[in-house]
């Protein structure tokens, strides 16, 4: 028994599919220019994140957003779909497995201006 894989033998996921999660509402003065992330993204594994722009006083699309695919390492994305004046940003993840094997991970992220 030792040494056994208890998930293979019962036929369980050790990790879920699919994990979706975002990061609070930060009151951000002035353009979002660049996303700084640094993710572990194993083999079978994937991570989208797509920042968010909130503007409370828009009348027809109050957000503005980009999404980026995220690769292994640590990664500087250029945002581009953002305005000044927007008032809070925040950032959305979805984490991917295929296997359920291993699972992906966000170990830090800044936004800048």
Do not use: C
């Not at 660049?34 to 109050?62: C, K, M, N, R």
């Not at 995220?70 to 984490?95: P, S």
Request: no cysteine; charged share 25%; aromatic share 12%.
């Amino acid at each position: 028994m030792s040494g056994e894989d208890i998930y293979s033998r019962f036929g369980f996921r050790k990790f879920p599919k699919q994990v979706s999660f975002r990061s609070a509402k930060v009151q951000f003065t002035g353009t979002p220019t660049t996303l700084e992330i640094e993710a572990h993204i194993p083999d079978g594994t994937s991570i989208e994140a797509t920042v968010v722009q909130e503007w409370s006083d828009a009348i027809e699309d109050p957000n503005y957003s980009q999404a980026i695919t995220l690769q292994d390492g640590i990664q500087i994305e250029d945002l581009t779909e953002f305005e000044a004046g927007g008032e809070y940003v925040w950032v959305e993840f979805d984490l991917q497995s295929d296997t359920g094997e291993q699972f992906p991970g966000v170990l830090s992220y800044s936004l800048r201006r």
